[in-house]
């Protein structure tokens, strides 16, 4: 298989949820030549995902940066990942996955003011060559409870009415996205029943979000695959 893009021919995504995977993106990375291949935190060693030299995606998951007392396996992967990003390797995070960015990178990641479920468009900032630009006036997903403080040297790409740093980079090299843009229409009732009890206990109108994923996310997958297009070209490897 060949890529038209200057990168190993396998892009490795690290799951730490079993529905929260690629989804819309998977697609895109097909119809640009690459095979995924997924590892499972937690019960996969995940040394050769982080230490790959090709694209890395960190995604979405209910735990916390913080919690590594509880599940152990974060205090490794955090110690992967430091070594990946000081390597300038092609990163990407999604939700946990940025969070776990922002710590790696010496930032703090803190349980937050407020729960944010629920589809809104994100204020997208000016700053030059915005990846995030495709997204403007594009409904996201947020689902999230904590947040971080931007790590040194980053540059700030777009806030959300609840929380300041929604995403961010770092070079051209390392995207970290709080907010989910792979999102699937079909496969979202999945995340409605993984997560029933934080939906429950947000007092989350289920069927108001089931109804807002239906109308939202096609809209959002046309723009989420340009921007993917956009940051996998700009990749200096």
């Given at each position: 298989?060949?890529?038209a893009i200057?990168?190993p021919?396998?892009?490795?995504a690290?799951?730490?949820?079993?529905?929260?995977?690629?989804?819309?993106?998977?697609?895109?990375f097909y119809?640009?030549?690459?095979r995924?291949?997924y590892?499972?935190?937690?019960?996969?060693?995940?040394?050769?995902?982080?230490?790959?030299n090709?694209?890395?995606?960190?995604?979405?998951g209910?735990?916390?940066v913080y919690?590594?007392?509880?599940?152990?396996?974060l205090?490794?992967?955090?110690d992967?990942?430091?070594?990946?990003?000081?390597?300038?390797?092609?990163?990407?995070?999604?939700?946990?996955?940025?969070?776990?960015?922002a710590?790696?990178?010496?930032?703090?990641?803190?349980?937050?003011?407020?729960?944010?479920?629920?589809?809104?468009?994100l204020?997208?900032?000016p700053?030059e060559?915005?990846?995030?630009?495709?997204?403007?006036?594009?409904s996201?997903?947020?689902?999230?409870?904590?947040?971080?403080?931007?790590?040194e040297?980053?540059?700030?790409?777009?806030?959300?009415y609840?929380?300041p740093n929604?995403?961010?980079h770092?070079?051209?090299n390392?995207?970290?996205?709080?907010?989910?843009?792979?999102?699937?229409?079909?496969?979202?009732?999945k995340?409605l029943?993984?997560?029933?009890v934080?939906?429950?206990?947000?007092?989350i109108?289920?069927?108001?979000?089931?109804?807002e994923?239906?109308e939202?996310?096609?809209?959002?997958?046309?723009?989420?695959q340009?921007l993917?297009q956009?940051f996998?070209?700009?990749l200096e490897?």
């Amino acid at each position: 298989m060949h890529n038209a893009i200057n990168l190993p021919d396998t892009i490795y995504a690290v799951q730490h949820s079993a529905f929260e995977d690629l989804g819309t993106l998977e697609d895109t990375f097909y119809q640009l030549g690459f095979r995924v291949r997924y590892f499972e935190a937690g019960v996969d060693d995940l040394t050769q995902a982080y230490q790959h030299n090709g694209l890395t995606i960190i995604l979405g998951g209910p735990i916390g940066v913080y919690e590594t007392h509880d599940y152990p396996f974060l205090q490794n992967e955090i110690d992967l990942l430091k070594v990946r990003l000081k390597n300038n390797l092609p990163t990407l995070g999604i939700c946990l996955g940025a969070q776990l960015i922002a710590h790696a990178l010496g930032a703090q990641v803190y349980t937050g003011h407020a729960k944010e479920i629920g589809w809104s468009a994100l204020k997208i900032l000016p700053t030059e060559n915005n990846l995030l630009s495709t997204l403007t006036d594009i409904s996201v997903l947020h689902w999230h409870g904590d947040t971080f403080h931007l790590p040194e040297n980053a540059t700030l790409l777009a806030s959300s009415y609840v929380y300041p740093n929604q995403a961010f980079h770092v070079g051209k090299n390392i995207l970290a996205l709080q907010f989910h843009l792979e999102v699937e229409t079909q496969r979202m009732e999945k995340w409605l029943i993984g997560h029933t009890v934080e939906l429950r206990q947000a007092e989350i109108d289920i069927p108001k979000l089931r109804a807002e994923n239906l109308e939202y996310a096609p809209i959002l997958a046309s723009s989420a695959q340009r921007l993917i297009q956009n940051f996998m070209y700009q990749l200096e490897i």
